[in-house]
Protein backbone atom coordinates (compact mmCIF):
# COMPACT_ATOMS: atom_id res chain seq x y z
CA UNK A 1 0.00 0.00 0.00
CA UNK A 2 1.58 3.40 -0.85
CA UNK A 3 2.83 5.37 2.66
CA UNK A 4 0.35 8.13 1.56
CA UNK A 5 -2.06 6.01 2.70
CA UNK A 6 -0.62 4.86 6.33
CA UNK A 7 -2.44 7.02 7.75
CA UNK A 8 -5.92 7.46 6.03
CA UNK A 9 -8.57 4.67 8.00
CA UNK A 10 -11.03 3.16 5.65
CA UNK A 11 -14.69 4.96 5.26
CA UNK A 12 -17.50 2.88 7.65
CA UNK A 13 -20.15 5.38 6.93
CA UNK A 14 -22.20 2.60 4.50
CA UNK A 15 -21.41 -0.21 6.94
CA UNK A 16 -23.39 2.47 9.70
CA UNK A 17 -26.03 2.88 7.48
CA UNK A 18 -26.54 -0.38 6.86
CA UNK A 19 -26.37 -2.10 10.40
CA UNK A 20 -29.28 0.82 11.24
CA UNK A 21 -31.07 -0.45 8.29
CA UNK A 22 -34.89 1.06 8.34
CA UNK A 23 -35.45 0.62 11.95
CA UNK A 24 -37.69 3.61 12.50
CA UNK A 25 -36.22 3.84 16.14
CA UNK A 26 -32.98 4.92 14.93
CA UNK A 27 -32.29 8.36 14.70
CA UNK A 28 -30.35 8.94 11.80
CA UNK A 29 -27.48 11.32 11.72
CA UNK A 30 -24.20 9.53 10.03
CA UNK A 31 -24.34 10.95 6.47
CA UNK A 32 -26.34 14.52 6.95
CA UNK A 33 -28.96 13.48 4.82
CA UNK A 34 -32.31 15.83 5.30
CA UNK A 35 -35.77 14.73 4.88
CA UNK A 36 -36.05 18.89 3.87
CA UNK A 37 -36.51 19.30 0.27
CA UNK A 38 -34.26 20.76 -2.04
CA UNK A 39 -35.46 24.19 -3.43
CA UNK A 40 -38.30 23.81 -6.09
CA UNK A 41 -36.14 26.35 -8.32
CA UNK A 42 -33.21 23.90 -8.95
CA UNK A 43 -35.30 20.73 -9.33
CA UNK A 44 -37.17 22.07 -11.76
CA UNK A 45 -34.28 23.71 -13.75
CA UNK A 46 -32.41 20.03 -13.25
CA UNK A 47 -35.05 18.24 -15.07
CA UNK A 48 -35.21 20.41 -18.00
CA UNK A 49 -31.17 20.28 -18.24
CA UNK A 50 -31.48 16.61 -18.71
CA UNK A 51 -32.82 16.63 -22.49
CA UNK A 52 -30.06 19.60 -23.07
CA UNK A 53 -27.52 18.87 -24.98
CA UNK A 54 -24.99 20.84 -23.52
CA UNK A 55 -25.83 19.59 -20.09
CA UNK A 56 -24.38 16.41 -21.49
CA UNK A 57 -21.14 17.67 -22.34
CA UNK A 58 -17.09 18.02 -20.79
CA UNK A 59 -17.01 21.59 -21.59
CA UNK A 60 -16.60 24.16 -20.15
CA UNK A 61 -14.32 22.25 -17.71
CA UNK A 62 -14.22 24.51 -14.96
CA UNK A 63 -18.40 25.22 -15.04
CA UNK A 64 -21.01 26.92 -16.80
CA UNK A 65 -20.83 30.98 -17.01
CA UNK A 66 -24.54 30.83 -15.42
CA UNK A 67 -22.72 29.25 -12.42
CA UNK A 68 -19.87 30.58 -12.14
CA UNK A 69 -21.26 33.83 -12.07
CA UNK A 70 -23.78 32.67 -9.53
CA UNK A 71 -21.36 31.82 -7.16
CA UNK A 72 -18.81 34.24 -7.30
CA UNK A 73 -21.84 36.95 -6.56
CA UNK A 74 -22.86 34.26 -4.19
CA UNK A 75 -19.80 34.64 -2.10
CA UNK A 76 -19.08 38.67 -3.13
CA UNK A 77 -22.74 39.56 -1.49
CA UNK A 78 -21.99 37.56 1.66
CA UNK A 79 -17.51 38.76 2.00
CA UNK A 80 -18.29 42.19 0.44
CA UNK A 81 -15.43 41.24 -2.27
CA UNK A 82 -15.73 41.84 -5.72
CA UNK A 83 -15.11 38.17 -7.39
CA UNK A 84 -15.10 37.98 -10.85
CA UNK A 85 -16.75 34.90 -12.10
CA UNK A 86 -14.24 34.16 -15.35
CA UNK A 87 -11.10 34.51 -13.19
CA UNK A 88 -11.71 34.06 -9.25
CA UNK A 89 -14.50 30.94 -9.58
CA UNK A 90 -13.84 27.65 -10.14
CA UNK A 91 -16.90 24.90 -10.44
CA UNK A 92 -15.91 21.57 -8.83
CA UNK A 93 -17.84 18.52 -8.38
CA UNK A 94 -18.87 19.04 -4.56
CA UNK A 95 -17.40 20.98 -1.87
CA UNK A 96 -15.00 18.13 -0.69
CA UNK A 97 -13.60 17.76 -4.04
CA UNK A 98 -12.93 22.19 -4.02
CA UNK A 99 -11.19 21.45 -0.67
CA UNK A 100 -8.60 18.94 -2.08
CA UNK A 101 -8.42 20.72 -5.32
CA UNK A 102 -7.44 24.15 -3.31
CA UNK A 103 -5.17 21.72 -1.29
CA UNK A 104 -3.06 20.30 -4.01
CA UNK A 105 -3.00 24.23 -5.06
CA UNK A 106 -1.53 25.95 -2.57
CA UNK A 107 0.65 23.49 -0.20
CA UNK A 108 3.40 21.01 -1.01
CA UNK A 109 4.53 17.92 0.79
CA UNK A 110 5.51 18.44 3.77
CA UNK A 111 3.72 21.52 4.31
CA UNK A 112 1.96 22.00 7.58
CA UNK A 113 -1.40 22.80 7.39
CA UNK A 114 -3.59 24.15 10.80
CA UNK A 115 -7.07 22.75 11.69
CA UNK A 116 -9.02 22.12 14.79
CA UNK A 117 -9.56 19.91 17.11
CA UNK A 118 -12.10 18.34 16.92
CA UNK A 119 -13.12 18.75 12.58
CA UNK A 120 -14.19 17.19 10.17
CA UNK A 121 -12.14 13.83 9.35
CA UNK A 122 -12.46 14.31 5.71
CA UNK A 123 -10.46 17.62 6.34
CA UNK A 124 -7.77 16.24 8.09
CA UNK A 125 -7.39 12.80 6.00
CA UNK A 126 -7.21 15.34 2.48
CA UNK A 127 -4.31 17.54 3.86
CA UNK A 128 -2.65 14.08 4.27
CA UNK A 129 -3.83 13.16 0.85
CA UNK A 130 -2.49 16.34 -0.25
CA UNK A 131 1.41 15.19 1.44
CA UNK A 132 0.51 18.06 3.61
CA UNK A 133 1.08 17.26 7.67
CA UNK A 134 -2.14 18.44 9.28
CA UNK A 135 -1.73 20.05 12.90
CA UNK A 136 -4.58 20.43 15.34
CA UNK A 137 -5.04 22.98 17.17
CA UNK A 138 -7.85 22.30 20.25
CA UNK A 139 -11.82 23.79 21.01
CA UNK A 140 -12.01 23.68 24.78
CA UNK A 141 -15.45 23.98 26.14
CA UNK A 142 -15.89 27.27 27.80
CA UNK A 143 -18.88 28.52 29.22
CA UNK A 144 -20.53 25.92 27.65
CA UNK A 145 -19.72 26.33 24.49
CA UNK A 146 -16.71 25.23 22.35
CA UNK A 147 -14.20 28.26 22.13
CA UNK A 148 -10.91 28.21 19.85
CA UNK A 149 -7.44 28.15 22.21
CA UNK A 150 -6.05 30.83 20.59
CA UNK A 151 -2.12 30.60 22.81
CA UNK A 152 -2.17 27.38 21.53
CA UNK A 153 -3.09 28.54 17.33
CA UNK A 154 -0.51 30.77 17.74
CA UNK A 155 2.02 28.34 19.08
CA UNK A 156 0.90 25.85 16.51
CA UNK A 157 2.05 28.18 13.66
CA UNK A 158 5.91 27.36 12.52
CA UNK A 159 8.43 27.92 9.70
CA UNK A 160 6.66 25.57 7.68
CA UNK A 161 3.28 26.35 8.30
CA UNK A 162 1.59 27.44 4.83
CA UNK A 163 -2.44 27.32 5.43
CA UNK A 164 -4.85 26.92 8.23
CA UNK A 165 -7.82 25.44 7.18
CA UNK A 166 -11.46 25.98 9.09
CA UNK A 167 -14.58 24.85 8.83
CA UNK A 168 -17.59 27.84 10.60
CA UNK A 169 -19.85 26.18 11.81
CA UNK A 170 -17.38 23.71 12.71
CA UNK A 171 -18.50 20.07 12.29
CA UNK A 172 -18.86 17.72 14.23
CA UNK A 173 -18.65 20.29 17.45
CA UNK A 174 -20.83 22.77 16.01
CA UNK A 175 -18.16 25.45 17.16
CA UNK A 176 -18.84 29.37 15.72
CA UNK A 177 -16.25 31.13 15.82
CA UNK A 178 -16.20 34.66 17.43
CA UNK A 179 -15.52 38.23 15.83
CA UNK A 180 -12.36 37.95 18.65
CA UNK A 181 -11.18 34.46 17.52
CA UNK A 182 -12.04 35.45 13.77
CA UNK A 183 -9.30 38.13 14.21
CA UNK A 184 -6.66 36.30 15.83
CA UNK A 185 -6.94 34.25 12.65
CA UNK A 186 -6.73 37.10 10.49
CA UNK A 187 -4.06 38.13 12.44
CA UNK A 188 -2.13 35.17 11.94
CA UNK A 189 -2.32 34.97 8.54
CA UNK A 190 -1.45 38.67 7.92
CA UNK A 191 1.65 38.47 9.94
CA UNK A 192 3.04 34.97 8.24
CA UNK A 193 1.81 35.12 4.93
CA UNK A 194 -0.45 31.85 5.62
CA UNK A 195 -3.38 30.77 3.20
CA UNK A 196 -6.81 30.47 5.29
CA UNK A 197 -8.60 27.40 3.50
CA UNK A 198 -12.51 28.43 4.53
CA UNK A 199 -14.46 25.46 4.30
CA UNK A 200 -18.35 27.44 4.10
CA UNK A 201 -20.40 24.09 3.86
CA UNK A 202 -22.68 24.98 6.47
CA UNK A 203 -21.73 28.90 6.74
CA UNK A 204 -25.25 30.46 7.27
CA UNK A 205 -26.77 27.62 9.81
CA UNK A 206 -26.26 29.34 12.71
CA UNK A 207 -28.71 29.67 15.30
CA UNK A 208 -29.42 31.76 18.96
CA UNK A 209 -29.17 35.16 16.95
CA UNK A 210 -24.43 34.54 15.83
CA UNK A 211 -23.26 36.88 13.63
CA UNK A 212 -22.59 36.01 10.47
CA UNK A 213 -19.03 36.47 9.39
CA UNK A 214 -16.61 35.66 6.38
CA UNK A 215 -13.29 36.12 6.82
CA UNK A 216 -12.52 37.28 3.59
CA UNK A 217 -14.01 40.69 4.68
CA UNK A 218 -11.42 41.12 7.35
CA UNK A 219 -8.66 43.49 6.93
CA UNK A 220 -5.75 41.86 4.98
CA UNK A 221 -8.05 38.87 4.21
CA UNK A 222 -9.45 38.94 0.92
CA UNK A 223 -6.09 38.47 -0.57
CA UNK A 224 -5.33 34.88 1.63
CA UNK A 225 -8.64 33.46 2.06
CA UNK A 226 -9.93 30.37 -0.29
CA UNK A 227 -13.59 29.95 -0.26
CA UNK A 228 -14.69 26.30 -0.79
CA UNK A 229 -19.33 26.24 -1.08
CA UNK A 230 -21.44 23.83 -2.23
CA UNK A 231 -25.54 23.14 -2.58
CA UNK A 232 -25.28 20.24 -0.16
CA UNK A 233 -25.91 20.85 2.86
CA UNK A 234 -27.43 24.88 3.03
CA UNK A 235 -29.68 24.13 -0.17
CA UNK A 236 -30.03 20.24 0.76
CA UNK A 237 -28.99 19.44 -2.79
CA UNK A 238 -26.35 16.45 -1.95
CA UNK A 239 -27.05 14.77 -5.17
CA UNK A 240 -26.57 17.27 -7.12
CA UNK A 241 -22.80 17.04 -6.47
CA UNK A 242 -21.89 20.49 -7.44
CA UNK A 243 -19.87 22.92 -5.18
CA UNK A 244 -17.19 26.16 -5.96
CA UNK A 245 -13.97 27.85 -4.72
CA UNK A 246 -13.48 31.04 -5.03
CA UNK A 247 -10.72 33.24 -4.17
CA UNK A 248 -7.93 35.39 -5.01
CA UNK A 249 -6.35 35.52 -8.61
CA UNK A 250 -3.11 34.43 -7.67
CA UNK A 251 -4.30 31.05 -6.76
CA UNK A 252 -7.13 30.51 -8.98
CA UNK A 253 -5.23 29.37 -11.81
CA UNK A 254 -3.73 26.60 -10.06
CA UNK A 255 -6.83 25.67 -8.39
CA UNK A 256 -8.46 25.12 -11.94
CA UNK A 257 -5.42 23.08 -13.84
CA UNK A 258 -5.54 20.62 -10.57
CA UNK A 259 -9.59 20.57 -10.58
CA UNK A 260 -8.97 19.73 -14.81
CA UNK A 261 -6.65 17.05 -14.38
CA UNK A 262 -8.36 15.41 -10.97
CA UNK A 263 -12.16 15.29 -11.61
CA UNK A 264 -12.25 16.91 -15.33
CA UNK A 265 -15.59 18.96 -15.35
CA UNK A 266 -18.28 19.32 -12.92
CA UNK A 267 -21.94 17.43 -13.43
CA UNK A 268 -23.23 19.15 -16.18
CA UNK A 269 -26.99 18.15 -15.72
CA UNK A 270 -26.42 19.28 -12.34
CA UNK A 271 -25.16 22.44 -12.36
CA UNK A 272 -28.46 24.10 -14.26
CA UNK A 273 -30.17 22.82 -11.30
CA UNK A 274 -27.34 24.61 -8.82
CA UNK A 275 -27.52 27.91 -10.85
CA UNK A 276 -31.55 27.94 -10.86
CA UNK A 277 -31.33 31.45 -12.92
CA UNK A 278 -29.28 32.28 -9.82
CA UNK A 279 -32.41 32.41 -7.57
CA UNK A 280 -30.71 29.62 -5.35
CA UNK A 281 -27.58 31.15 -4.70
CA UNK A 282 -27.73 35.03 -5.08
CA UNK A 283 -32.42 36.63 -5.13
CA UNK A 284 -33.31 34.27 -2.44
CA UNK A 285 -31.87 33.11 1.22
CA UNK A 286 -35.38 31.78 2.01
CA UNK A 287 -34.34 28.11 2.07
CA UNK A 288 -31.65 28.39 3.29
CA UNK A 289 -33.96 30.15 6.49
CA UNK A 290 -36.80 27.57 6.24
CA UNK A 291 -34.05 25.09 6.72
CA UNK A 292 -32.40 26.51 9.41
CA UNK A 293 -36.05 27.06 11.21
CA UNK A 294 -36.64 23.38 10.80
CA UNK A 295 -33.14 22.10 12.22
CA UNK A 296 -33.78 24.67 15.11
CA UNK A 297 -37.20 23.12 16.02
CA UNK A 298 -35.48 19.56 16.00
CA UNK A 299 -33.00 20.74 18.10
CA UNK A 300 -35.30 22.67 20.70
CA UNK A 301 -37.01 19.60 21.02
CA UNK A 302 -33.87 17.53 21.33
CA UNK A 303 -32.94 19.82 24.36
CA UNK A 304 -36.42 19.66 25.89
CA UNK A 305 -36.03 16.32 25.73
CA UNK A 306 -32.91 16.29 27.67
CA UNK A 307 -33.95 18.45 29.96
CA UNK A 308 -36.92 16.48 30.75
CA UNK A 309 -35.02 13.73 31.88
CA UNK A 310 -35.32 11.93 28.93
CA UNK A 311 -32.77 8.85 27.92
CA UNK A 312 -30.81 10.17 24.97
CA UNK A 313 -30.97 6.85 23.28
CA UNK A 314 -34.58 6.26 23.51
CA UNK A 315 -36.91 9.21 25.13
CA UNK A 316 -40.34 7.30 26.01
CA UNK A 317 -43.16 8.68 24.81
CA UNK A 318 -44.48 10.95 27.85
CA UNK A 319 -40.89 12.71 28.13
CA UNK A 320 -41.68 13.25 23.85
CA UNK A 321 -45.37 14.93 24.40
CA UNK A 322 -44.10 17.06 27.52
CA UNK A 323 -41.12 18.10 25.60
CA UNK A 324 -42.85 19.19 23.07
CA UNK A 325 -45.35 21.13 24.54
CA UNK A 326 -43.10 23.86 25.60
CA UNK A 327 -40.47 23.54 23.31
CA UNK A 328 -41.96 26.30 20.52
CA UNK A 329 -43.10 29.11 22.70
CA UNK A 330 -42.98 31.91 19.68
CA UNK A 331 -45.43 29.90 17.89
CA UNK A 332 -47.54 28.55 20.73
CA UNK A 333 -47.58 24.79 18.82
CA UNK A 334 -46.03 22.14 19.81
CA UNK A 335 -44.31 20.00 17.42
CA UNK A 336 -46.97 16.92 16.90
CA UNK A 337 -49.73 19.74 16.66
CA UNK A 338 -47.43 21.23 14.06
CA UNK A 339 -46.89 18.31 11.93
CA UNK A 340 -50.51 17.85 12.04
CA UNK A 341 -51.44 21.02 10.92
CA UNK A 342 -49.24 20.47 7.93
CA UNK A 343 -50.82 16.49 7.66
CA UNK A 344 -47.37 15.39 7.56
CA UNK A 345 -47.95 11.93 8.01
CA UNK A 346 -43.95 11.04 8.55
CA UNK A 347 -43.68 13.04 11.18
CA UNK A 348 -46.48 12.59 13.15
CA UNK A 349 -45.73 8.58 12.36
CA UNK A 350 -42.21 9.73 13.87
CA UNK A 351 -43.81 11.06 16.75
CA UNK A 352 -46.06 8.06 17.34
CA UNK A 353 -43.37 5.71 16.81
CA UNK A 354 -42.07 6.75 20.22
CA UNK A 355 -44.54 4.48 22.29
CA UNK A 356 -45.90 1.42 19.60
CA UNK A 357 -48.44 0.84 22.42
CA UNK A 358 -49.88 4.05 22.11
CA UNK A 359 -49.93 4.35 25.80
CA UNK A 360 -49.82 8.36 26.30
CA UNK A 361 -52.28 9.07 23.43
CA UNK A 362 -55.38 9.05 26.05
CA UNK A 363 -54.13 11.99 28.14
CA UNK A 364 -52.13 13.51 25.88
CA UNK A 365 -53.49 13.84 22.54
CA UNK A 366 -57.22 12.41 22.75
CA UNK A 367 -58.63 15.68 22.73
CA UNK A 368 -55.43 17.80 20.99
CA UNK A 369 -53.38 18.52 21.67
CA UNK A 370 -54.89 22.19 21.31
CA UNK A 371 -53.41 25.41 19.78
CA UNK A 372 -55.53 28.82 20.85
CA UNK A 373 -55.60 31.64 18.57
CA UNK A 374 -55.53 31.13 14.66
CA UNK A 375 -56.93 27.65 14.91
CA UNK A 376 -59.79 28.67 17.10
CA UNK A 377 -59.06 25.76 19.65
CA UNK A 378 -59.17 22.87 17.05
CA UNK A 379 -57.78 19.74 17.36
CA UNK A 380 -54.88 18.10 16.03
CA UNK A 381 -56.83 15.54 14.20
CA UNK A 382 -58.87 18.67 13.02
CA UNK A 383 -56.19 20.51 11.58
CA UNK A 384 -54.74 17.19 10.09
CA UNK A 385 -58.01 16.34 7.79
CA UNK A 386 -57.42 20.59 6.61
CA UNK A 387 -53.85 19.76 5.19
CA UNK A 388 -52.73 23.22 5.90
CA UNK A 389 -55.89 24.86 4.75
CA UNK A 390 -58.38 25.57 7.35
CA UNK A 391 -62.15 25.42 7.12
CA UNK A 392 -63.92 26.90 10.03
CA UNK A 393 -68.08 26.29 10.76
CA UNK A 394 -68.66 30.42 10.13
CA UNK A 395 -67.70 29.71 6.17
CA UNK A 396 -65.02 30.62 4.13
CA UNK A 397 -61.36 28.39 4.18
CA UNK A 398 -58.40 30.20 5.57
CA UNK A 399 -54.70 29.71 5.55
CA UNK A 400 -53.93 29.00 8.93
CA UNK A 401 -50.24 27.56 7.74
CA UNK A 402 -49.08 31.38 8.54
CA UNK A 403 -49.80 30.78 12.24
CA UNK A 404 -47.07 27.84 12.91
CA UNK A 405 -43.55 27.78 12.74
CA UNK A 406 -41.99 27.94 9.79
CA UNK A 407 -40.72 24.43 9.72
CA UNK A 408 -43.92 22.88 8.88
CA UNK A 409 -44.82 25.90 6.12
CA UNK A 410 -43.38 23.13 3.13
CA UNK A 411 -44.30 20.13 3.84
CA UNK A 412 -43.32 17.65 0.17
CA UNK A 413 -45.69 14.56 2.11
CA UNK A 414 -48.64 16.36 3.26
CA UNK A 415 -51.79 13.67 3.04
CA UNK A 416 -54.80 14.76 4.98
CA UNK A 417 -56.44 11.28 5.02
CA UNK A 418 -53.83 9.36 5.65
CA UNK A 419 -52.67 11.67 8.84
CA UNK A 420 -56.47 10.90 9.82
CA UNK A 421 -56.34 7.68 9.29
CA UNK A 422 -53.05 7.23 11.33
CA UNK A 423 -53.94 9.37 14.43
CA UNK A 424 -57.36 7.36 14.61
CA UNK A 425 -55.77 3.92 14.53
CA UNK A 426 -53.35 5.52 17.19
CA UNK A 427 -56.44 6.16 19.76
CA UNK A 428 -57.23 10.25 18.95
CA UNK A 429 -60.49 10.52 19.83
CA UNK A 430 -62.34 11.61 16.88
CA UNK A 431 -65.64 13.12 18.71
CA UNK A 432 -63.57 15.98 20.75
CA UNK A 433 -65.21 19.30 20.49
CA UNK A 434 -63.69 22.73 19.78
CA UNK A 435 -64.83 25.23 23.16
CA UNK A 436 -67.45 25.80 20.27
CA UNK A 437 -68.94 22.36 20.42
CA UNK A 438 -68.00 21.25 16.91
CA UNK A 439 -66.38 18.07 16.61
CA UNK A 440 -64.45 16.24 13.77
CA UNK A 441 -66.78 15.37 11.98
CA UNK A 442 -69.43 18.83 12.13
CA UNK A 443 -66.23 20.32 10.50
CA UNK A 444 -65.24 18.11 7.88
CA UNK A 445 -69.37 17.72 6.56
CA UNK A 446 -69.63 21.39 6.56
CA UNK A 447 -66.60 21.75 4.40
CA UNK A 448 -67.53 19.02 1.67
CA UNK A 449 -64.56 16.92 2.84
CA UNK A 450 -66.02 13.65 1.58
CA UNK A 451 -62.85 11.54 1.78
CA UNK A 452 -62.34 12.66 4.98
CA UNK A 453 -66.08 12.20 6.77
CA UNK A 454 -66.14 8.59 5.49
CA UNK A 455 -62.41 8.00 7.30
CA UNK A 456 -64.06 9.89 10.23
CA UNK A 457 -66.96 7.61 10.67
CA UNK A 458 -65.23 4.38 9.88
CA UNK A 459 -62.60 5.24 12.25
CA UNK A 460 -65.09 5.63 14.97
CA UNK A 461 -66.62 8.99 14.80
CA UNK A 462 -70.14 8.89 16.08
CA UNK A 463 -72.67 10.44 13.84
CA UNK A 464 -74.77 10.93 16.64
CA UNK A 465 -72.81 13.60 18.28
CA UNK A 466 -74.35 16.71 19.06
CA UNK A 467 -72.71 20.34 18.82
CA UNK A 468 -73.77 23.45 20.83
CA UNK A 469 -76.61 23.95 19.24
CA UNK A 470 -77.65 20.69 19.45
CA UNK A 471 -77.29 19.29 15.67
CA UNK A 472 -75.59 16.07 13.95
CA UNK A 473 -73.19 16.66 11.39
CA UNK A 474 -75.97 14.88 9.30
CA UNK A 475 -79.05 17.84 10.38
CA UNK A 476 -76.06 20.26 9.72
CA UNK A 477 -75.33 19.80 6.21
CA UNK A 478 -79.09 19.00 5.88
CA UNK A 479 -79.72 22.63 6.32
CA UNK A 480 -76.56 23.48 4.54
CA UNK A 481 -77.57 26.27 1.52
CA UNK A 482 -75.87 24.37 -1.89
CA UNK A 483 -72.43 25.70 -2.99
CA UNK A 484 -71.97 27.80 -6.40
CA UNK A 485 -71.45 25.61 -9.48
CA UNK A 486 -67.84 24.18 -9.67
CA UNK A 487 -65.18 26.07 -11.63
CA UNK A 488 -64.15 23.98 -14.61
CA UNK A 489 -60.89 21.85 -13.86
CA UNK A 490 -58.84 24.70 -14.55
CA UNK A 491 -59.78 26.97 -11.77
CA UNK A 492 -59.67 24.52 -8.88
CA UNK A 493 -57.14 25.05 -5.91
CA UNK A 494 -54.86 22.43 -5.02
CA UNK A 495 -56.97 20.05 -7.25
CA UNK A 496 -59.89 20.22 -4.55
CA UNK A 497 -63.52 21.17 -4.70
CA UNK A 498 -66.07 21.30 -1.97
CA UNK A 499 -69.11 18.70 -2.52
CA UNK A 500 -72.15 19.91 -2.28
CA UNK A 501 -74.27 19.35 1.36
CA UNK A 502 -76.70 17.06 -0.52
CA UNK A 503 -74.10 14.47 -1.53
CA UNK A 504 -72.26 15.11 1.90
CA UNK A 505 -75.92 13.99 3.58
CA UNK A 506 -75.99 10.89 1.11
CA UNK A 507 -72.71 9.91 1.88
CA UNK A 508 -73.78 9.93 5.94
CA UNK A 509 -76.94 8.16 5.23
CA UNK A 510 -75.27 5.61 3.39
CA UNK A 511 -72.62 4.87 6.06
CA UNK A 512 -74.66 5.17 9.05
CA UNK A 513 -77.22 2.21 6.87
CA UNK A 514 -73.91 0.27 6.40
CA UNK A 515 -75.09 0.61 2.44
CA UNK A 516 -71.60 0.33 0.91
CA UNK A 517 -72.94 0.88 -2.27
CA UNK A 518 -74.32 4.56 -1.02
CA UNK A 519 -71.37 5.50 0.81
CA UNK A 520 -68.99 4.41 -2.60
CA UNK A 521 -70.81 6.68 -4.32
CA UNK A 522 -70.15 9.33 -2.46
CA UNK A 523 -66.55 9.25 -3.40
CA UNK A 524 -64.35 11.13 -4.73
Known amino acids: MPTRLNDIPGFSIDRVAAAAGEDPSVLRLENLDTDLRPPVEAVAATREAIERDEANSYLPFTGTEPLRTAAAAHVSRLSGVAYDPGRQCVITAGGTAGMFNALLAAVDPGDEVILTDPTYAGMIYRVRLAGAIPRLVPFAISGGEWRLDLDALRAAVTPRTRMLFLMNPSMPSGAVLTPAEWACVAELCAARELWLLYNAAMERILYDGRSYIHPAALPGMAERTITVGSVSKEYRMIGWRTGWVVGPESVMADVARVSIYNVVTPVGIAQPGAAAQEAVLVLSTAGTSVAVDRHLAAADSLSALLDAGADPDKPTATQMHNASMCCDPKANATPFYRAAVASDVE ?178
Open 347 to 524: ALRLLLNYDPDFTWVPEAIKTGPRQPGSTGGKTALMVAMDGGKGVGMAGGPGDIREGIAPPFREVSNRNPVDAVKLLLEAGVDPDAKTPDGDTALHLAAFAGKLDIVRTLVEGGADQNVKDAAGKTALQVVSEQKPRPPRPTAGALVDGEMPAQPSEVADLLRGLASGNTQASNAGSR
